[in-house]
């Protein structure tokens, strides 16, 4: 028999088997990786986009773009706008997302904190939790004043220019933190934003040292912010907190009008999730 004519072991049929599922599967994760990406571009737009900007964004072609929109609003997790060429969250993805916040055994242990932090400062709390290298916020408490913050549930924000960001990254071992920030973008939002890398490491050593992080209009203009983090047994943060004004509304007796409310309330979170926290 020649080898042409040779058939195959069953080890051989099973290995090559085994390699045209790995292809099929790292192709289908190659696929849903292309449909969270454009997911993603939906929820980060700040006014909705077409296909036109979501192709721009992603490197996608159009036709795929086009694919992916059409299975993404089939699914209802985004939907066209009026126009009928713009698209937005859809109702399926928002309740997915409220049902994930709602169980959260974080949110659940803060809220009652959250609330009397917020009526003690009277100014807008988030509370965040680290996601791919950024904070996302999971809740936020509206500031009773007329102006208030922009910011919404989901909303993703820096390690480096928020005070929740750098909160994190003040309870992490140097070697995590290194790791975290090599692969910080460092993206200048205003003119106050730190962009060298030396000038991050020493604000988060500030913050180490302090207890709290103050975000001095670095991710906003005109926007002030005071973080702590929610720590767990271990002493990494699980969570962390901000509180947020207006600049010309900050208070000048700071530690007493926002800080130690701030730390008091971080603590009575991490005390009510008890041991489980540090997990």
């Known amino acids: 028999m020649s080898t042409l004519d040779s058939k195959p072991s069953s080890k051989e049929s099973t290995a090559g088997a085994t390699s045209t599922a790995d292809a099929k599967t790292v192709a ?25 900007k979501l192709s721009a964004a992603s490197g996608y072609p159009r036709p795929t773009v086009h694919r992916i929109v059409a299975a993404l609003q089939a699914e209802g997790l985004i939907v066209a706008a009026a126009n009928g ?24 242990a803060a809220v ?19 996601s791919q290298g950024e904070m996302v916020y999971i809740e936020k408490l509206e500031s009773p004043h007329a102006v208030r913050m922009a ?36 993206e200048r939002f205003t003119e106050r934003t730190l962009v060298s890398l030396d000038d991050v490491r020493n604000e988060v050593a500030a913050t180490e040292q302090r207890g709290y992080a103050e975000d001095r209009e670095e991710n906003e203009i005109a926007i002030s912010c005071f973080g702590a983090a929610i720590r767990g047994t271990d002493g990494r943060a699980v969570g962390c907190i901000s509180i947020s004004m207006p600049t010309y509304r900050l208070k000048a007796d700071a530690q007493a009008s926002y800080i130690e409310p701030l730390l008091a309330a971080c603590r009575t979170i991490a005390a009510r999730l008890g041991p489980t926290s540090g997990r």
């Open 28 to 52: 289908g994760a190659a696929a849903f990786s292309k449909f969270i990406a454009v997911l993603q571009l939906v929820a980060d737009a700040e006014t909705p986009p077409n296909v036109a």
């Open 85 to 108: 060429t713009t698209f937005g969250l859809g109702p399926r993805l928002v309740n997915l997302a409220s049902r994930s916040w709602e169980r959260s055994d974080l949110r659940l």
């Open 112 to 130: 009652d904190a959250l609330m009397e932090l917020r009526n003690v400062t009277s100014e807008t709390i988030h509370l965040a939790v680290p």
């Open 151 to 186: 910011s919404r549930v989901g909303t993703r924000v820096s390690l480096t220019s928020s005070s929740v960001g750098k909160a994190y990254l003040a309870t992490l071992g140097v070697a995590e933190r290194e790791a975290l920030l090599k692969d910080a973008p460092l």
